[in-house]
């Protein structure tokens, strides 16, 4: 509403982390209601992280809340580490943050449609949250120039692809350009030119695609992958953690790798180069005509509160 300014409560979350300063960091205003999207996308610029979430009621009854997610740039239909950071959010704030055990299941409301969450709280741990992906990675088949991709990232065209990996367009919502690099030596080294990756980028849904670059393997001795986001589309230089990433890389992991029938536990890390280390579990369950299911998961941990004037 303009002309008129109130107080409203916010937390900030780190996501797909159980420490604080790492991980990915989530802005949470939980009275998001009457805000116009002019008022919310000048919040998300002024506060510059990642993603902001605006909670609002629910438009039905049964679920927990609508969210409206907004980058620095542009509002998104679906986030990975909104969902995730908000749906322990609202349980820590439902249920307070010293009970002893919680497990529960809410639906949250998202441009894209209902996102089922089911939420974990013990006493003395950090809360976890996961979801079901609400709409499965597909990919679109685009012309990709490898050459203006790799001077993008400052690699060699070489470097891109590993094994039956090759650049590919997917989305699960949000459309990304899944680059491969050849090993993580070639990932930790890329720098990213936005100029340049503005003549290399495919548009897909009616956006620039943002850049998933990613290598097999990692830092970590649990991660199955390693990845960076580039995102100039959304305002991003550089993200932490991308959930939407991981829910279209999805369907390249499956694709790529011929995946056999069963369950597929992935750990994805990112952030790593930026000091924020963020680890991301994807969950794959795949029958004979595919993806039947898949969930991404996570941990946050709650490093501020306070109020907005506006």
């Known amino acids: 509403m303009r002309g008129c300014s109130l107080l409203r409560r916010y937390r900030i979350y780190d996501v797909f982390t159980d420490r604080k300063l790492a991980g990915n960091p989530l802005a949470v205003v939980l009275d998001g209601d009457e805000?116009?999207?002019?008022?919310?996308?000048?919040?998300?610029?002024?506060?510059?992280?990642?993603?902001?979430?605006?909670?609002?009621?629910?438009?039905?009854?049964?679920?927990?809340?609508?969210?409206?997610?907004f980058t620095p740039a542009k509002e998104l239909p679906f986030a990975g580490h909104p969902t995730v950071g908000t749906a322990v959010a609202l349980a820590e704030l439902e249920h307070g943050e010293d009970l002893d055990e919680l497990d529960l299941v809410c639906m949250l409301e998202e441009a894209i449609g209902p996102v089922r969450c089911a939420v974990r709280l013990?006493?003395?741990?950090v809360g976890f949250a996961e979801f079901d992906l609400p709409r499965k990675p597909v990919q679109t088949e685009l012309h990709l120039d490898r050459?203006?991709?790799?001077?993008?990232?400052?690699?060699?065209?070489?470097?891109?692809?590993?094994?039956n990996h090759v650049a590919s367009v997917?989305?699960?919502?949000?459309?990304?350009?899944?680059?491969?690099?050849?090993?993580?030596?070639?990932?930790?080294?890329?720098?990213f030119d936005p100029t340049l990756w503005e003549?290399?980028?495919?548009?897909?849904?009616?956006?620039?695609?943002?850049?998933?670059?990613?290598?097999?393997?990692?830092?970590?001795?649990?991660?199955?992958?390693?990845?960076?986001?580039?995102?100039?589309e959304m305002g991003i230089a550089e993200d932490p953690a991308t959930g939407a990433a991981v829910a279209a890389l999805s369907g390249a992991i499956h694709h790529f790798d011929a995946l056999p029938e069963g369950h597929h536990p992935i750990m994805i890390e990112q952030g790593v180069e930026m000091g924020r280390p963020s680890y991301i579990h994807l969950h794959l369950d795949v029958r004979e005509d595919?993806?039947?299911?898949?969930?991404?998961?996570g941990q946050a941990i709650k490093i501020a509160e306070g109020m907005l004037d506006i």
Not at 290 to 297: D, E, L, V, Y
Request: glycine share 8%.
């Open 147 to 163: 050459q203006r991709i790799a001077d993008a990232l400052s690699v060699k065209v070489g470097d891109i692809g590993f094994e």
């Open 199 to 232: 003549q290399a980028a495919p548009f897909a849904e009616g956006s620039l695609a943002s850049a998933y670059v990613y290598c097999r393997g990692g830092v970590h001795h649990q991660a199955k992958f390693h990845a960076r986001m580039f995102s100039p």
């Open 122 to 125: 013990r006493r003395g741990e």
């Open 290 to 297: 595919g993806i039947s299911r898949a969930r991404i998961g």
């Open 170 to 191: 997917w989305s699960a919502g949000v459309p990304f350009l899944m680059i491969p690099l050849r090993n993580l030596a070639a990932v930790q080294g890329l720098q």
């Open 35 to 69: 805000l116009d999207p002019e008022m919310m996308q000048a919040v998300a610029r002024e506060l510059n992280l990642s993603e902001t979430v605006f909670v609002q009621k629910a438009e039905n009854a049964a679920h927990a809340a609508r969210l409206r997610i």
